[in-house]
């Protein structure tokens, strides 16, 4: 069955300091690999994905994540947290061939002055 | 702004009672794809509709139902209303599969149920 393991359900950083997300998967095939970014009162927006390739994905707002096949992990980090980033973060599966998003329970970031 | 609009934003409903969500898609979007996010919890997938026909379905029972219209909108409409239907319902279109482009969420209905 197709699971998403979010293990931090908040963190606090620090404005400037370096942040990870973390993200394991259950899934029997290779699947594809996205982050979401959730802030209050909007809507899910796409930071990045990951369907093959290079296991280092770049995304928007300077949001990268690496996926690790042997860990069957897809952590999101970004060098510089900036106050703006403060929101819930959901890492989300899904097949190749499928129709839906598995979704992670989210990590709330608050970031502190 | 995604251009994906939901309406209401906030509802409130007695238990027994039905409700009709609405979603608005971008032009073009002939996939659209509804979930439910409880508190504290990561958005469910309820159903998705491929050209207004439904194209796969959650572990959600009957009570859930929905309509995708030619004009690109589409609607979740939930029987019957439960406490536990107490949530966030997001929906989601694209131009086909979600999965090879790119889904797009609307801000979201809070719906209470009371």
Same mark, same amino acid.
């Given at each position: 069955?197709? !699971?998403?393991?979010?293990?931090?359900?908040?963190?606090?950083? !620090?404005? $400037?300091?370096?942040?990870?997300?973390?993200?394991?998967? !259950?899934? $029997?095939?290779?699947?594809?690999?996205?982050?979401?970014?959730?802030?209050? $009162?909007?809507?899910?927006?796409?930071?990045?994905?990951?369907?093959?390739?290079?296991?280092?994905?770049?995304?928007?707002?300077? &949001?990268?994540?690496?996926?690790?096949?042997?860990?069957? !992990?897809?952590?999101?980090?970004?060098?510089?947290?900036?106050?703006?980033?403060?929101?819930?973060?959901?890492?989300?599966?899904?097949?190749?061939?499928?129709?839906? &998003?598995? &979704?992670?329970? $989210?990590?709330?970031?608050?970031?502190?002055? | 702004?995604?251009?994906?609009?939901?309406?209401?934003?906030?509802?409130?409903?007695?238990?027994?009672?039905?409700?009709?969500? #609405?979603?608005?898609?971008?032009?073009?979007?002939?996939?659209?794809?509804?979930?439910?996010?409880?508190?504290?919890?990561?958005? %469910? =997938?309820?159903?998705?509709?491929? #050209?207004?026909?439904?194209?796969?379905?959650?572990? =959600?029972?009957?009570? =859930?139902?929905?309509?995708?219209?030619?004009?690109?909108?589409?609607?979740?409409?939930?029987?019957?209303?439960?406490?536990?239907?107490?949530?966030?319902?997001?929906?989601?279109?694209?131009?086909?599969?979600?999965?090879?482009?790119?889904?797009?969420?609307? %801000?979201?209905?809070?719906?209470?149920?009371?």
């Amino acid at each position: 069955a197709q !699971s998403v393991t979010q293990p931090d359900i908040h963190i606090t950083v !620090s404005e $400037g300091a370096s942040l990870e997300l973390r993200c394991n998967y !259950s899934y $029997g095939a290779t699947p594809y690999l996205f982050w979401y970014v959730q802030s209050p $009162g909007q809507g899910l927006q796409l930071l990045l994905k990951y369907f093959s390739g290079d296991t280092l994905v770049q995304g928007i707002k300077g &949001f990268e994540a690496e996926f690790k096949r042997s860990q069957s !992990s897809f952590n999101l980090r970004k060098p510089s947290v900036h106050w703006s980033d403060a929101a819930e973060y959901f890492c989300a599966v899904g097949a190749r061939t499928g129709n839906q &998003f598995y &979704f992670g329970t $989210g990590t709330s970031l608050t970031v502190i002055p | 702004e995604t251009g994906v609009t939901q309406s209401p934003t906030h509802l409130i409903k007695t238990r027994g009672q039905q409700v009709t969500l #609405r979603c608005s898609s971008q032009s073009g979007h002939n996939t659209v794809s509804w979930y439910q996010q409880a508190l504290g919890q990561g958005p %469910q =997938f309820i159903f998705q509709y491929y #050209r207004e026909e439904e194209n796969g379905r959650g572990n =959600f029972p009957p009570r =859930f139902s929905g309509l995708q219209f030619p004009n690109y909108s589409s609607e979740l409409n939930v029987n019957a209303l439960e406490l536990d239907d107490s949530a966030l319902y997001l929906c989601a279109s694209s131009r086909g599969d979600p999965m090879n482009t790119e889904a797009f969420f609307g %801000q979201g209905t809070r719906l209470t149920v009371v």
